[in-house]
């Protein structure tokens, strides 16, 4: 079975929880920890690469550091592939670079370029026919008819919900599988959304710091939503334990008493499986 055919099967068990992962060993934690699916948020692969979230990683960074994460993980993974890095013909081989990167699905964003993070102000949109045909570029692109092709609408900050709706409905005519209404401000909203597309997959994104309140996964599932993302919680959550232990180091020139919140020797090592590459060595180095 195809990542991709997974991501489908995943979706019949709302809510689906995917963890923003924005390398490889954070990848392999949230698999540790549990979680059958994974998200590469393009906010946190930018931030982690020194970018502001405007679009400046390229296609190329973005398909590297995705076959990096599938690699390691054995995971179905969903990308965010921003606003499909140009027009019609950049879009279909946004699709078939992410798709033979092993991606299982990605999804695209109705934004003019230079995009903004969905939940800050001043967003632009293409028209929604503009859109439509980067759907259907998208959609002719793939080589598997199950690699999932979702629609990212940033329509609520510019033409209200009710402008959501209605470009979310031309988006599933020209061809998308699933939608994400981006940056949607109360459980009224989201319920209204939902109402809306009641045999579609919806993913609602429950980021941090923005414009949405925190609602749980769970609750998301009963208004109708089948994926929930954390785009950006494992990077906010690595970059303020670390402030803290350098400010440690910094200040008294020692770590000892941040020992217990790290992870320990052993710990990695099994997580990286480090003895299956010892046992390795020693069957094969000659005696």
Known sequence: ??????????LKKKPLVLPGVFNPLVGMQAKQVGFKALYLSGGALSASLGHPDIGLVTLSELASH?????????LPLLVDADTGFGEIVNVHRTVKVLEK?????LHIEDQVLPKRCGHLEGKELISTKAMCEKIRAACAARKNKDFFIMSRTDARAVEG????????????KAGADGIFPEGLTSIQEFTQ????????????????FGKTPFIDANQFA??????VIFPVTALRLAMKSIETGFKMIKNKGTQKDLISKMQTRSELYKMLDYEAYVKLDRKVTYK
């Open 161 to 172: 919900l009710k402008g959501a709706v209605n470009r979310a409905k031309a988006y599933l």
């Open 1 to 10: 079975m195809s990542h991709s055919q997974t991501f489908w099967k995943l």
């Open 222 to 227: 009963k208004m109708g939503y089948a994926m």
């Open 101 to 105: 990167a092993g991606a299982a699905g």
């Open 66 to 74: 995705a076959r990096a994460i599938v690699s390691a993980t054995s």
């Open 193 to 208: 959304f939902a109402k809306a597309f009641p045999k579609t997959p919806l993913l609602a994104n429950m980021t941090e």
